[in-house]
């Protein structure tokens, strides 16, 4: 079938909740991928910050394939040999003792918030602290539960009532989490390192060293959702070690299989009391996906891959070099694009105008690039990016500019 031709067969069987590009991708290698009709694209996106090793990457996809030939799926009634060491490639490498694994970053997030709920009645015995603190911008997910503690009221709209026992406080804010905290009202707080999907918003130094202060004071869940920046993102296996800092519970997802859908909840030994089982109790979580062999032997070979290549070091690398060359565009184009921030290969660029008119302009012209927030435009690469083809996305992102788009209507 031809591009044109898929494309209207999904305008008629496809749910249209998202409007996407009007490209039909079907291969990728590296940092490029191509369409049906042969175009060629820069992918500084990476499936939005998911596939650090690149699309079809030799050694991960060996592996995933010998897996595939083995055993892919066998369910939580019985342990499997990928599910083990998945657990162990993450403990060896992060503050924690125990993993739960799931199949995406709400189900991840899920987790952790019945987790949290469910430490501070059973093991804690204060069944009353049952609020959940979420902060303003933030993205935590499209379940029900996920999209309520999401500190976007877009997303919102329509699904009400929403999931109560939630309230909002402003992120970066060390005085409203004290006010929100100190009732010991809270089972936990939940926040992301870096606000990705709010428009790749960094926090202040010290913010999160201050909710671990004021969630051991009170005795408060402190729950990092490391869905977006976590396994090498920002050049550190997990956003919160720039902060020196470590949570209860982390969540991750969409780095971690490399493309293939999983999802985990990371947690201390304490943390775990949570949603342990007790002697004769009912199990409190599972699900029959997680943990499968397929997408447990992904997350090993992404780790021991971003290992083996020195990818941390290269994320820091390519991220400062990118950094770099979007601060430029800043001072060559003031009245269309007014700052860039993040971290790592986490990057954004504030834009004065439409963002998506920046990145429908990019694809057009071969790149593919995302929205973060409402004026950011995000870049997301693959870790394996080498310094020509960083050159050639702001190459391209400089000609998109010079012809008008992003600037203020
Ligand atoms: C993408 C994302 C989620 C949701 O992950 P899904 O796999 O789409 O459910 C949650 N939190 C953060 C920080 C994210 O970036």
Request: with cysteine; proline share 5%; net charge neutral.
């Amino acid at each position: 079938m031809t591009q044109a031709d898929l494309l209207a067969l999904a305008d008629q069987v496809l749910l249209k909740n998202n409007k996407p590009q009007p490209v039909v991708l079907s291969k990728g290698r590296g940092c490029e991928v191509w369409d049906v009709a042969g175009n060629r694209y820069l992918d500084m996106t990476a499936g939005i910050a998911v596939c650090g090793l690149g699309h079809s990457h030799p050694e991960f996809t060996r592996r995933v394939q010998s897996q595939l030939e083995r055993l892919v799926h066998i369910s939580n009634l019985y342990y499997n040999d990928q599910q083990i060491q998945a657990a162990k490639a993450i403990v060896d490498r992060s503050f924690a003792d125990r993993v739960f694994f799931c199949n995406s970053g709400a189900e991840a997030n899920e987790g952790a918030l019945k987790l949290a709920r469910r430490y501070q009645s059973v093991v804690a015995g204060a069944p009353q602290r049952t609020k959940i603190i979420s902060t303003v911008g933030s993205f935590h997910g499209r379940t029900f539960a996920t999209v309520a503690i999401t500190g976007q009221p877009k997303y919102h709209e329509g699904f009400g009532p929403l999931v109560d026992g939630i309230e909002h406080i402003a992120y970066g804010d060390l005085d409203a989490a004290t006010k929100a905290l100190e009732g010991r009202h809270a089972c936990c707080i939940i926040v992301e390192p870096i606000q990705a999907e709010g428009g790749i918003i960094v926090p202040p130094p010290g913010y999160l060293a201050g909710l671990r202060r004021l969630c051991d004071d009170t005795g408060t869940i402190l729950i990092f959702d490391e869905v977006q920046t976590g396994v090498g993102r920002t050049g550190r296996w997990f956003g919160h070690e720039h902060d020196d800092v470590t949570p209860d519970v982390m969540t991750l997802a969409k780095g971690l299989g490399g493309g293939v859908p999983i999802g985990a909840v990371a947690m201390t030994e304490k943390a775990a009391l949570g949603l342990t089982q007790a002697a004769g109790g009912a199990v409190p979580h599972a699900t029959t996906f997680g943990g499968n062999p397929l997408a447990c032997a992904s997350a090993i070979a992404v780790l021991e891959i971003i290992e083996a290549e020195g990818l941390l070091e290269r994320v820091t690398q390519s991220g400062e070099y990118l950094g770099g060359k979007l601060a430029e565009l800043v001072r060559e184009f003031p009245g269309h694009v007014t700052g860039t921030r993040g971290r790592g290969l986490l990057r954004g660029v504030v834009v004065a105008g439409a963002p998506a008119q920046v990145t429908a302009k990019a694809r057009e012209k071969g790149m593919l690039l995302s929205v973060a927030g409402s004026n950011v435009v995000r870049f997301a690469p693959p870790f394996i990016v080498e310094r020509p083809q960083l050159d050639e996305a702001v190459g391209i992102l400089r000609s998109v500019l010079a012809e008008g788009a992003g600037k203020a209507s």
